[in-house]
């Protein structure tokens, strides 16, 4: 996959050169470009920002800048071009599946107030176009938003994680846990500051480690995302039995 940023903080995306993406992107898994905003710049300043017209707080990205760095980078070809924004919609597990089918993606990240939103409207004539939010909340830049996205859409990738099955157990992730949260996991040794493992993991009994561990992911859900399961479609007789048991009362 190819993943262009253009920001005029290139150096935030250090990162992405370090644990699973840089070792995805040294075995040619991700070829991952950044470049800077303000070579598209002119002035002897390279100003990438002016003033918002009906005035306002704060300054706005310049279309013209943005116009130039964007053409230069697609050089007639067609990624699909993401603009994190807390007005965009909601980025999800099923947005980063979405993503990773892509076979090129470019991220245009924001200052300021953001960019000038003719820009948006220009290049969707051409690309397809998404605002993008990762939450509810505001950032100082959309760099952050991009590494949070890269890095969810690049661990999908074939071959980035040692074990292609870790995707599948994620949260949110498609399949027969879809909408429920992973439940607890737990490692050597088996009882550590007088906490023990749970006994069932230590069993052997697949068949009810897989049950105690949907359970589990029932439990939390219930507890801490309750908004998640009337979207869970494939809850069985003992799912349900499993929410009836559990203590209203518990948080």
């Known amino acids: 996959m190819r993943i262009d940023v253009i920001s005029i903080f290139p150096e935030y995306f250090a990162p992405l050169s370090v644990s699973l993406m840089g070792k995805a992107r040294e075995r040619g898994i ?3 470009q950044l470049h ?27 279309p013209e800048v943005w116009g130039e760095a964007i053409d230069a980078v697609c050089g007639g070809g067609t990624p699909r071009l993401i603009v994190p924004t807390p007005s965009g919609r909601r980025f999800t597990q099923s947005v980063a599946l979405e993503y990773a089918a892509e076979p090129w993606l470019l991220f245009a990240p924001a200052r300021y107030e953001g960019i000038d939103s003719r820009v948006m409207v220009e290049y969707a004539a051409r690309l397809r176009v ?14 952050a938003a991009v590494l949070v996205m890269v890095e969810a859409v690049a661990r999908l990738l074939p071959g980035v994680l040692g074990n292609a099955n870790s995707v599948t157990d994620d949260s ?12 607890p996991v737990f490692t050597k040794p088996p009882e550590w500051r007088g906490h023990e493992v749970p006994e ?3 069993s052997g009994h697949h068949g009810k480690i897989a049950r105690w561990r ?7 859900t219930q507890l801490k995302r309750p908004e998640l399961l009337p979207d869970v479609h494939d809850l069985d007789k003992a799912d349900r039995q499993a929410l009836e048991a559990l203590d209203p009362g518990q948080a």
């Open 172 to 183: 949110f992730a498609p399949g027969s846990m879809e909408n429920l949260l992973e439940g």
């Open 214 to 220: 949907r359970d589990e992911a029932l439990r939390r």
């Open 30 to 32: 991700l070829d991952i």
């Open 130 to 143: 998404d605002e993008v939010s990762i939450g509810d909340y505001v950032l100082a830049g959309g760099e």
């Open 200 to 202: 069932i993991l230590l």
């Open 36 to 62: 800077q905003l303000r070579d598209w710049a002119h002035d002897v300043h390279r100003t990438v920002d002016d003033t918002p017209y009906g005035g306002g707080p704060g300054m706005v990205m310049k």
